[in-house]
């Protein structure tokens, strides 16, 4: 990879996100673990919706794939975070491809009711097996099932420095994904499916493709949030959990990289924000939507980058 | 109690789980029909009636029949006057392109619910029902109202066939339903017939919620499992399919109640669930709907 502006700028956004693991309060440096991690759920939404525009209201399900293979391995068989992680991504990816299989048969409406169908079988699913999730009240994970190797995810900064290790490869990955031949050939599909066919392509095994990168990057985030937080419930693979990634993604900027880290960020600061000054947080989540669907559909960067940052990838 | 009449029992249950959904999934269906919008914020339509219902019966003082037949007539209003407005302001600007809606309906859903929220409360409330009597069949008793509510029903699902088939207002809505740019040619405000759909759509969520509250309580969340069995309705029945969407409501309901009455009702949502989502994947139509021109 060329040492370019763009290269450059993600990288100037690691060594930001690393020196602020030595400078923040503590109040702030948990917030930020928690946003790195659900940036890659983010990203990993913006893979599959940005990217090659398939909008899933269903993510929630690979979310909840991971965070579940991850939570249940650590609190009925004993695994760590090394096995939890690799389950997660590996479930993640499993379950976004099944899901792939029937649901890309489908496009656009019809798209998005059979994953948020399927999303909402999956969350039911984890209630009526409620003996071994714990339905609502969820599970805890125990200390020993967050040890990564002799690192303790439980502790502060360890569980920065995963996180942000993890954040890194994600979006590095990503980066690079977009810049690739695949990238292009991703956004080609959402372009112009039936330009992109005649090109020789196939828009089932791109989308395919697509959609299990999307539940990787989805089952890894449902992992790490496990594991770092010690805590699985039913309610991280309810349908707001598939609705947060796409808001994230819509207020950043679609298809593009750094946009679904920015919109997690500010989403999770606004949020927090409006808790402090009125209960109704929720309202602030709705407003948001709407707003940027009727004003902005293009999210911050995607704004800037018709505004003249053209390089912005 | 012996199979027969427990059998039953639970098709009794199911009669007026299917009323009720009909209700609510006709409105869906209709809005859907006309104007091509997927409306996500229709489950709390539904929680709005019914929460609007019990601030009625709060207000109106006298015997209880007579706050009930104030907000079912007051609250279908004020719910459709919600909906016009978020048309107007939000969808209208959209230029109702299906994706964007569908992402605005979800703000709407969310506002919605904040709303109830902070001026309802979190608790589930009781409105009293205005008609108390029982009918005693030879193996148990059941509830009068609950008969009324599926009559009710049914009264007000014939009076939008009607209203569709045999009136102008009807026809402006089936003509804007084929063809919207030659409806508009021949002189049809298009973007008030959207404005009274979507109204009307509303309007009958509310109406089903004002008929069920006295059976199930209000509470700002009622609006999920709703939205979620209109959907699986609609779907079956054919996006846009009004008759489609009453049989599918009556196949769902009857055999939601027997399933939630033999089995887990969790059980039941999950095999209608995945039933659904591999009948849009396999036959996109919908089992009544017409293969799309």
Redesign the interface.
């Known amino acids: 990879m060329k040492l370019d502006r763009a290269l450059l700028l993600h990288l100037g956004l690691l060594a930001a996100l690393l020196a602020f693991h030595f400078a923040a309060p503590a109040y702030h440096h948990t917030n930020i673990a928690r946003i790195m991690v659900l940036a890659i759920y983010a990203m990993g939404y913006n893979i599959a919706f940005g990217y090659t525009g398939l ?1 899933s ?1 269903g993510h929630a399900l690979f979310f909840g794939a991971g965070l579940y293979a991850a939570g249940l391995l650590a609190y009925h068989a004993e695994g760590t975070a090394g096995t939890g992680l690799i389950a997660g991504l590996a479930a993640g990816g499993l379950v976004a491809f099944a899901l792939g299989l ?2 890309l ?2 496009a ?3 798209f ?3 994953t ?3 999303a ?2 999956g969350y ?2 984890v ?2 097996f409620g003996s071994y999730t714990r339905g609502d009240e969820g599970i805890v994970i125990p200390r020993a099932g967050r040890m990564l190797g002799s690192l303790d995810l439980s502790d502060d900064n360890t569980r920065y420095l995963v996180a942000f290790a993890l954040f890194a490869a994600a979006l590095l990955v990503n980066l690079w994904l977009a810049r690739s031949p695949r990238g292009r050939i991703m956004v080609a599909m959402r372009e112009n499916e039936e330009r992109s066919r005649m090109l020789g392509y196939n828009p089932f095994t791109v989308k395919l493709a697509a959609l299990t990168i999307s539940g990787l990057y989805s089952g890894l985030s449902g992992a790490a949030y496990a594991l770092m937080f010690g805590y699985a419930g039913a309610s991280l693979a309810s349908v707001q959990y598939s ?1 947060l990634p ?1 808001l994230y993604v ?1 207020l950043g900027g679609a298809g593009t990289v750094i946009g679904p880290f920015l919109g997690a960020l500010l989403m999770f600061y606004l949020i927090d924000y409006a808790s402090s000054v009125t ?2 947080h ?2 602030v ?6 707003l940027l ?2 004003f902005a ?1 293009k999210g911050i960067l995607g704004t800037l980058r018709e505004r003249g940052l053209r390089w912005l990838p | 109690m012996d199979f027969g009449p427990f059998l039953l029992l639970a098709l009794m249950e199911g009669l007026v789980t299917a009323a009720v959904l009909a209700l609510t999934a006709s409105g869906l269906s209709l809005v859907f029909g006309i104007m091509r919008v997927v409306n996500v914020a229709h489950g709390a339509f539904f929680m709005l009636g019914a929460v609007l219902a019990w601030f009625v019966s709060q207000w109106v003082p006298g015997p209880p029949a007579l706050s009930f037949a104030v907000a079912l007539v007051l609250c279908p209003l004020i719910v459709g006057a919600i909906a016009a407005a978020a048309d107007t302001a939000v969808l209208k600007r959209l230029n109702y392109e299906p994706e964007a809606t569908i992402v605005a309906t979800i703000g709407l859903l969310y506002i919605l619910e904040q709303a109830a929220l902070s001026f309802f409360g979190p608790d589930a409330r009781p409105v009293p029902a205005p008609l108390n009597f029982r009918i005693q069949l030879p193996w148990f008793g059941y509830s009068g109202y609950k008969l009324a509510v599926v009559a009710a029903a049914a009264l007000v699902l014939l009076a939008v066939w009607l209203i569709l088939r045999h009136t102008r207002a009807g026809l402006i809505m089936r003509a804007t339903q084929i063809d919207r740019d030659t409806a508009r040619a021949f002189g049809i405000n298009v973007d008030r017939v959207y404005a009274g759909v979507f109204a009307m759509g509303a309007g009958l969520a509310a109406i089903a919620a004002v008929l069920i509250v006295p059976i199930q309580q209000a509470h700002y969340l009622m609006g999920g499992d709703p939205l979620l069995l209109s959907f699986i309705v609609v779907i079956i029945g054919g996006l846009g399919s009004l008759r489609g969407t009453l049989v599918a409501a009556l196949v769902i309901g009857l055999s939601d109640g027997v399933i939630s009455t033999f089995f887990a009702p969790t059980l039941a949502k999950i095999v209608a669930t995945l039933a659904v989502a591999l009948i849009l994947v396999l036959r996109p139509q919908g089992l009544f709907g017409k293969r799309a021109a």
Request: net charge neutral; charged share 5%.
């Open positions: 909008l209201l029937f649901a048969r489908t656009g409406v019809a998005m009711i059979v948020l169908m399927f909402q079988a039911l699913t209630l009526y609705i796409l819509l209960d109704a929720q309202f989540t709705g407003a948001a939507l709407v669907i009727l559909p």
